[in-house]
């Protein structure tokens, strides 16, 4: 599977914010591949910019303040920045879908469920009356929704959480999309609602062979199910591995903190280790390696120029002067 | 010093629409909860949402006065307080709430923020409320010239320390934690836990539906699921072995931080039953994956199983 092409490929993705207090780098030159099957964790705080890359894949960067300023994304050889605003529209929901973090304010509380899973389906394969409906029900049944044909009549309001964004997962997956971008899609959900739904997540992607993209801040949730990830900081990609290369063999000193401040369930820790400082602000990112601030392992070179990705074993790079061959590559 | 809920219980009315011709029934929050929190303990609560966490908090603030029960300070129920006994209590019982976005004024300087709590009448002059902040807000590892700033001066992390040294203002015994790391990024969280252990000593109530956290906290702990406490023990105890099946199924939904431990989940079908018709018997039934024939008729007995370890269900 590895050796066929890959299904998304991003080179040097940046998107900027010109605002009045300057320009906001959120997204400064990320590069990643993915595969057709593939779970790719995108891993950070609020504002590294993992939310905006995903954004710029669909282009829903929000104008004019943000604008994608340079790069290429390409799907299944297409390169999505180049495409008119009519040609994307055909893109999205049909070939990348996504699942937003908060069902309740991402479904429309007006419409009926059935009208909003249809509007998709009518849209981009022009289904009308009983095919339609068949197609909704097929979208609902697959995310395991009781009582589909009665579910179909009910509004947003009418569900619990975990169901809401059940429907908010059958209107992604009802066009059979290449993508799925997943943005947060647990945070608001209850811990074993949340089992509930990684699971039928995993169980929907083997079936369909859909790729997704994770936006999370939760390890627990990475360790989970993703199959590769990569570690945003910033705006860049710091670190991306494998999920067990990631887990097992840290690169990046910021990684390394993540997981070692985090608590854990399955074992009580003694004393957590503290990341000191903030995360940086974007509009005046410092001109070296902006986590350098909180660095433990800092030397003069962090400040003063960005390291490059060091390779530590086959598919797992960091982005650290401090990782071995670093200096010499620079 | 001792704080203590006897079987409380709070419902809420539900009534239609514009009619205020009594309730159409109740929304059972809490259905006979007890528990205690002595010095020197933390008593991490844990349940999903609807379990009924946040009203027990509100009990305890006594932003909320209870339909049954009784809630003991130091021995005397709150129902039969005198105005000092408020006074009292309320200098003891200290709150710091999740967003710390929405709980701090936005028009209030730091240093008023963090005196309101002070009494005005314990006369205190004005230096040494002065002195009593600056030494709370260096305690938390606040900027000596914080007290003349406004929240929106500081980042999430540093606001939710300002709700801190608030709490600490007044030497209280007990503080209640309500979800204190949730909103906060994940670097920042290690800073507020390690600073709560730090300030040990006092009484904590932890309420969060965040395992780890509670575990990292807690030193005893208590489950609670559709307004009842179904599980309490010593917090280690518990994580080890847990006795009842929803705390089974709780603790195996937690996902553990590294991808080897991927093991067997108890996923849980279904959801967390309406408070308004909760299910008969056991509230957990219907969910249940080891389910007896009497669990969905005969409410279990809440009792001591083990030692040190409560719980109420039929498998034991």
């Known amino acids: 599977m590895r050796e066929s092409s890959p299904l998304l490929v991003v080179e040097d993705l940046k998107t900027y914010f010109f605002t009045r207090r300057g320009v906001t780098k959120a997204v400064d030159g990320v590069s990643f591949t993915l595969h057709a099957g593939e779970t790719l964790a995108l891993v950070g705080e609020s504002g590294s910019g993992k939310s905006v890359t995903c954004l710029s894949l669909v282009r829903l960067v929000p104008e004019p303040a943000g604008r994608i300023v340079g790069g290429r994304v390409l799907l299944e050889g297409e390169d999505l920045l180049q495409k008119s605003s009519a040609e994307m529209r055909r893109v999205r929901g049909k070939k990348i879908a996504m699942v937003l973090q908060d069902p309740l304010t991402s479904l429309n509380p007006a419409l009926t469920i059935g009208t909003q899973v249809g509007e998709v389906v009518r849209l981009h394969q022009g289904l009308r009356g009983a095919p339609l409906r068949e197609r909704v029900l097929e979208a609902l049944r697959r995310l395991r929704i009781p009582a589909a044909g009665t579910r179909l009549r009910h509004y947003s309001h009418q569900f619990s959480g975990g169901m809401r964004q059940r429907v908010s997962s059958a209107i992604a997956l009802s066009c059979a999309p290449r993508l799925l971008i997943a943005d947060e899609p647990t945070t608001a959900l209850d811990v074993t609602i949340q089992a509930q739904y990684l699971e039928l997540l995993k169980e929907v992607q083997a079936s369909a062979g859909v790729a997704i993209i994770l936006v999370t801040h939760d390890f627990g949730i990475v360790a989970a199910i993703a199959d590769r990830v990569a570690v945003m900081y910033a705006g860049r990609i710091v670190e991306m591995g494998s999920t067990l290369q990631v887990f097992d063999n840290p690169s990046h000193p910021y990684t390394r903190a993540l997981l070692r401040c985090l608590p854990d369930v399955g074992l009580k820790r003694e004393q957590l280790v503290e990341i000191g400082g903030q995360p940086p602000d974007l509009a005046r990112l410092p001109q070296g390696c902006p986590f350098a601030p909180r660095c433990p392992e800092r030397q003069p070179i962090c400040d003063e120029t960005y390291p490059p990705s060091v390779p530590v074993a086959g598919g797992h790079a960091a982005s650290c002067w401090a990782a071995p061959g670093a200096k010499a590559r620079a | 010093m001792k704080l203590e809920a ?311």
Request: net charge positive; charged share 20%; aromatic share 8%.
């Open chain 2, 6 to 316: 006897i079987g409380l219980k709070k419902y809420f009315p539900l009534t239609s629409g514009f009619s205020l011709r009594g309730a159409r029934g109740w929304v059972k929050a809490l259905d006979g909860v007890s528990v205690q929190v002595a010095e020197g303990e933390t008593l991490g609560i844990v349940g999903e949402s609807g379990s009924g966490k946040t009203t027990l908090a509100k009990l305890f603030l006594l932003l909320e006065r209870p339909t049954a029960g009784s809630l003991l300070f130091d021995g005397k129920a709150v129902g039969d307080f005198g105005r000092e006994d408020f006074v009292r209590y309320r200098r003891a019982v200290q709150a710091v709430f999740q967003d710390p976005y929405s709980s701090l004024n936005p028009r209030m300087r730091v240093g008023q923020i963090v005196a309101e709590p002070l009494p005005r009448d314990n006369g205190m002059s004005r230096p040494m409320v002065a002195q009593r902040v600056a030494e709370v807000l260096q305690l938390v590892g606040l900027p000596r010239e914080s007290p003349a700033l406004y929240p929106h001066e500081f980042s999430g992390g540093q606001r939710q320390r300002i709700a801190i040294a608030r709490a600490l203002v007044t030497y209280p015994k007990f503080i209640i934690l309500d979800e204190p790391v949730s909103a906060l990024d994940v670097s920042i969280r290690a800073q507020i836990l390690n600073l709560l252990q730090e300030t040990l000593g006092l009484a904590y109530m932890i309420i969060s539906h965040d395992l780890a956290a509670a575990r990292y906290l807690a030193t005893r702990l208590a489950v609670m699921y559709a307004g009842k406490l179904v599980e309490t023990g010593e917090c280690d105890a518990v994580y080890a072995a847990p006795l009842h099946p929803y705390t089974e199924a709780l603790l195996s939904a937690a996902l553990p931080l590294h991808p080897s431990a991927r093991r067997q989940r108890i996923v849980l079908a279904g959801e967390v039953p309406n408070p308004v018709n909760p299910p008969a018997g056991c509230r957990f039934h219907p969910r249940c994956p080891r389910v007896l024939p009497q669990c969905s008729s005969q409410e279990p007995e809440w009792r001591e199983v083990k030692a040190e370890r409560f719980t109420a269900c039929h498998l034991y």
